[in-house]
């Protein structure tokens, strides 16, 4: 049995980039930042907060969805698979890549549109009205 599963919420890191192909499909592509809080240790030692950035690809109707109401600083909730592919750059030097292929997202925030409400979406469905919202845990009281 095997699993490749990712949950992400963060904040999208530049516009996305939208490609389209002949079959009438499209691929959207962008940088999503996840932020771990800092901390300090009992005995004194600051840790900083760290950054993560995550490499987003979005195909077929999610693309159009994300074309539509992505924007650089949109909060997201991520749910995909990781996927590592290489190429060969223009230098002939083989590159290699690590991306989140999205299976489904939600807005966590509102739109810049006339929609009102924050709207969930998948590749096996056309966007909802529901409306989600995400309260970060509390975890100042942690033992680490």
Known sequence: MALNKVFLIGNVGKDPEVHYFDSNSRKASFTLAT????????????????????????WRGL???????????SKL??????????YEDKSGI????????????????????STTED???NNNS??????????????SDLPF
Request: charged share 30%; glycine share 4%.
């Open 77 to 86: 909730f991520i749910e995909g698979k990781i996927t590592s592919r290489s």
């Open 35 to 58: 932020t771990d809080r800092g901390f300090t240790r009992t005995d004194g030692t600051v840790v900083p907060e760290r950054t993560e950035w995550h490499n987003i690809v979005v």
């Open 119 to 121: 709207t969930p979406m």
């Open 94 to 113: 083989k590159r290699y890549v690590t991306e989140i292929a999205v299976d489904n997202l939600e807005l966590l925030n509102r739109p810049n549109t």
């Open 126 to 139: 056309a966007p909802s009205s529901s409306q989600y919202e995400y309260d970060a845990p509390d975890d």
């Open 63 to 73: 693309a159009e969805v994300v074309e539509k109401y992505v924007r650089k600083g």
